[in-house]
C-alpha cells in the first residue's frame, strides 16, 4: 500500500492571519468551500479538536473524523482523518500560511493518502485535486473581499414554541415531498435519500417579489433532533448558504430552532438590494427574508398535523 502525497499552492491578496483564521473555523466551511456540506464538532480546545465533516467527493456525499492540530503563531494546521471512508484508507496533511509581501499570502494545502486494496488511486488523486483547487479559490474569494468575515460571514436563529409535539414537526420537515401541497411559496421537490441519512433535494420556490427560484440541497438526517442542510446552490446574493432545524419537546408543545449561516456577495447585494446597500443591510435582509420562510414552514407543519389529527 503505497502513500501518495501531493501539494496545492495559492496566492491569496489577504494578511496570512485572515487566512489562517478562514481555515482554522471548521464552523464556516459549508457557506466557503463548495465541497464543505457539515461539521459537528466532538470536541474543541484551543489548539487541538475532533470533528465529523460531510463533504461532496466525486459528486456523493461521503463522512469522516478527523483531528487537527492548530498552530497560530506559526501558521500551520495539521490534519489527520481518524476514520476515513473507502476508497480512501488513510488521509492526512497540513495547511500553512506564509506572508510574501504586504498583505499577500502564500497558502499551501498538503496531502498524503493511501487507498484500499484495489481502489485506483489515481481516482482518489482527481478528487483530492478538484477539492483543493476548488477550497483554494473559495478561500481567496472571500479573504480578498477586504470585509472583516464576520460581517461577510453571518449566522442568525430564530427558536419558536409550536402547539404540537417535535416529533410531528420533525416528520413534517423530514418528508419534505409533501410541501408543494402544504407550503405555498414551494412549487416542486425532488428528493432522493441514501443510506446514512443523506437527502438530495431540489426545490423550485417563489421568492416574496414573485420572483421563481430553483435551489438544490444536501441534507443530513442521523438524528430526529435536528435536520442540517446546505445549499448547493444559493441565492445570487449569496457565496453559500447552510442551516440546521432543531428540535425539541418543551412543557407545552415543540421548540424549534432555524438556524441559519450565510455568506455574503457584496457585489451582488448591491446589485440586487441597490447601489447604497451595505454589509449590514444585506445581513437585515437576508435575516428577515430567509426567517419568515423558516416561521412559515413550521406555521405548515402545525397546519398540517392539525389536518390530520381532524381531517375534514
Same mark, same amino acid.
Given at each position: ?8 499552492? =495559492? ?8 487566512? #489562517? ?16 456540506? @457539515?461539521?459537528?464538532? *466532538? ?9 465529523? @465533516? ?15 492540530? *492548530? ?17 480512501i484508507a488513510s488521509m492526512g496533511g497540513g495547511w500553512s500560511f506564509r506572508e510574501i509581501g504586504p498583505g499577500t499570502t502564500k497558502v499551501t494545502l498538503d496531502h498524503r493518502f493511501t ?58 420537515? #423530514? ?40 435551489? =438544490? ?7 430526529? %433532533? ?11 446574493? @449569496? ?33 440586487? *438590494? ?29 397546519? #398540517?398535523? %392539525? ?6
Open positions: 500500500m503505497s502513500t501518495q502525497v501531493m501539494s496545492h499552492t =495559492k496566492v491569496v491578496q489577504a494578511p496570512p492571519e485572515v487566512v #489562517y483564521d478562514l481555515v482554522a473555523d471548521v464552523t464556516k466551511w459549508p457557506v466557503i468551500f463548495e465541497p464543505s456540506v @457539515l461539521v459537528r464538532h *466532538l470536541h474543541r480546545g484551543p489548539d487541538e479538536e475532533r470533528f465529523r @465533516l460531510w463533504a461532496t467527493v466525486n459528486g456523493e456525499v461521503k463522512n469522516w473524523t478527523s483531528r487537527r492540530v *492548530l498552530d497560530a503563531a506559526q501558521r500551520r494546521i495539521v490534519f489527520e482523518q481518524e476514520r476515513s471512508q473507502a476508497p487507498a484500499v486494496d484495489g481502489a485506483d488511486p489515481d481516482l482518489i488523486a482527481g478528487a483530492v485535486d478538484r477539492n483543493s483547487e476548488t477550497e483554494l479559490a473559495a478561500l481567496a474569494r472571500i479573504a480578498e473581499l477586504g470585509h472583516p468575515v464576520d460581517d461577510v460571514v453571518h449566522t442568525f436563529e430564530d427558536t419558536v414554541s409550536l402547539d404540537i409535539s417535535a416529533a410531528a414537526v420533525y416528520e413534517f420537515i #423530514y418528508r419534505s415531498e409533501r410541501w408543494p401541497e402544504h407550503v405555498p411559496h414551494v412549487g416542486r421537490i425532488e428528493l432522493d435519500e441514501d443510506g446514512a441519512g443523506v437527502q438530495l433535494m431540489e426545490m423550485d420556490t417563489v421568492t416574496a417579489g414573485g420572483m421563481p427560484h430553483t435551489t =438544490k440541497s444536501v441534507r443530513v438526517c442521523v438524528t430526529d %433532533e435536528r435536520i442540517d442542510y446546505k445549499q448547493l446552490l444559493p441565492p445570487a446574493m @449569496l457565496f453559500g448558504h447552510s442551516g440546521a432545524w432543531e428540535f425539541a419537546d418543551g412543557p407545552d408543545g415543540a421548540v424549534v430552532t432555524a438556524r441559519h449561516t450565510v455568506a455574503i456577495n457584496p457585489v451582488a447585494a448591491r446589485e440586487i *438590494l441597490g447601489a447604497d446597500t451595505d454589509l449590514a443591510d444585506a445581513r437585515a435582509y437576508l435575516a428577515e427574508a430567509l426567517s419568515t420562510n423558516s416561521r412559515n414552514t413550521l406555521l405548515c407543519a402545525v397546519r #398540517y398535523a %392539525e389536518s390530520v389529527k381532524s381531517p375534514t
